[in-house]
């Protein structure tokens, strides 16, 4: 935790306090520093080494099997220990099908190390497997359009906004289209206050980087991904009002999301939250006129644009639910 809560961070420099404290982490672990809110994967004949499992500074999950299915390719950005560099080694098993980039040489070399290690506990894997290269997420090191999936797990939070927009446009540039760019974030229940926002070290820490959900969202958007799917939110952390100077407790949430490259439709992009509607009518199914037939009692997932439009119509045969936040892929826009 940092010393001093509402240190001025100077904007050229906060990612150094990024770095050095990453490289630290990477040689010994900080248990208080991030904490995954998604439990560890456990899948047949995968072992994971402890030393990976002591530095996993995510806050979820990105490692979404049914988005891996027809990908040759994957990016990571910020390889961290290579926990989930490895996982997702166990689906493509192909050399150099996962490319993971970090800029902390530290981070990089403990990588190196522990996929060595892991290629002795787990017979199907090879070090090769995984590209690890030195690069930045704002200027990435990869062949525009060549990434099938890409990832990154509570690094994006830690940018300034201009940063974040320049990294998402990065990610959505190396991808092809189509692809699917899976993020895992803090998000913030209201504005982060500046004075916190502009503390180097809590920005480092996961804690005050944290943007709005609807703006978090509203970035992904502007980087020019037409489709968002919110998978997972949960608690995170508390911001609590007497140790940040605050007038009232502040909740951090953890996102597991994922952005698809396609177009934008004209009336906007669409955003999944888990909500469904439901046609209870007479008839065996209902049409709206727009593409979407709705089967009796059988719930349909719909972006929120649609539920919307739907609510709008006025009919008492149309049950729509509220966001629950997680969305399995099974509906439509």
């Keep these: 935790?940092?010393?001093?809560?509402?240190?001025?961070?100077?904007?050229?420099?906060?990612?150094?306090?990024?770095?050095?404290?990453?490289?630290?982490?990477?040689?010994?672990?900080?248990?208080?520093?991030?904490?995954?809110?998604?439990?560890?994967?456990?899948?047949?004949?995968?072992?994971?080494?402890?030393?990976?499992?002591?530095?996993?500074?995510?806050?979820?999950?990105?490692?979404?099997?049914?988005?891996?299915?027809?990908?040759?390719?994957?990016?990571?950005?910020?390889?961290?220990?290579?926990?989930?560099?490895?996982?997702?080694?166990?689906?493509?098993?192909?050399?150099?099908?996962?490319?993971?980039?970090?800029?902390?040489?530290?981070?990089?070399?403990?990588?190196?190390?522990?996929?060595?290690?892991?290629?002795?506990?787990?017979?199907?894997?090879?070090?090769?497997?995984?590209?690890?290269?030195?690069?930045?997420?704002?200027?990435?090191?990869?062949?525009?359009?060549?990434?099938?999936?890409?990832?990154?797990?509570?690094?994006?939070?830690?940018?300034?906004?201009?940063?974040?927009?320049?990294?998402?446009?990065?990610?959505?540039?190396?991808?092809?289209?189509?692809?699917?760019?899976?993020?895992?974030?803090?998000?913030?229940?209201?504005?982060?206050?500046?004075?916190?926002?502009?503390d180097a070290r809590l920005r480092a820490e996961c804690l005050s980087g944290a943007l709005t959900l609807g703006q978090y969202l509203e970035a992904i958007v502007a980087a020019g991904f037409g489709t968002i799917e919110i998978r997972a939110r949960r608690p995170y952390r508390v911001l609590d009002k007497r140790r940040y100077g605050l007038d009232e407790n502040l909740l951090l949430e953890s996102i597991e999301a994922v952005a698809i490259k396609d177009p934008i439709p004209d009336d906007g992009p669409c955003i999944f939250t888990g909500r469904n509607v439901i046609y209870v009518g007479e008839d065996d199914q209902f049409d709206d006129g727009k593409g979407h037939l709705i089967s009796r009692d059988i719930p349909l997932g719909v972006c929120d644009k649609t539920a919307a439009a739907l609510q709008r119509l006025g009919r008492d045969d149309l049950v729509i639910t509220q966001s629950t936040w997680h969305y399995p892929g099974d509906g439509c826009c």
């Design 1 to 198: 935790m940092s010393g001093i809560i509402g240190l001025p961070m100077d904007r050229s420099d906060y990612r150094d306090v990024v770095e050095d404290l990453y490289a630290a982490a990477a040689q010994t672990p900080q248990a208080s520093l991030c904490c995954t809110t998604t439990p560890i994967w456990h899948l047949p004949d995968l072992d994971v080494p402890q030393a990976m499992l002591e530095r996993n500074y995510g806050c979820g999950t990105t490692i979404h099997p049914r988005d891996l299915a027809n990908a040759d390719r994957a990016l990571y950005v910020g390889v961290g220990a290579g926990m989930e560099v490895l996982q997702l080694s166990y689906f493509l098993r192909r050399k150099g099908a996962v490319v993971a980039i970090d800029k902390v040489p530290e981070m990089l070399e403990t990588a190196r190390s522990l996929l060595e290690e892991a290629a002795t506990a787990n017979a199907w894997f090879d070090p090769s497997f995984v590209d690890l290269r030195e690069g930045d997420a704002l200027l990435l090191p990869v062949d525009s359009e060549s990434i099938d999936v890409a990832a990154q797990n509570c690094l994006f939070n830690i940018f300034t906004r201009e940063h974040l927009d320049q990294a998402l446009r990065e990610v959505h540039r190396v991808l092809k289209p189509g692809g699917r760019f899976m993020l895992s974030d803090p998000v913030a229940e209201r504005p982060m206050p500046s004075r916190l926002a502009d």
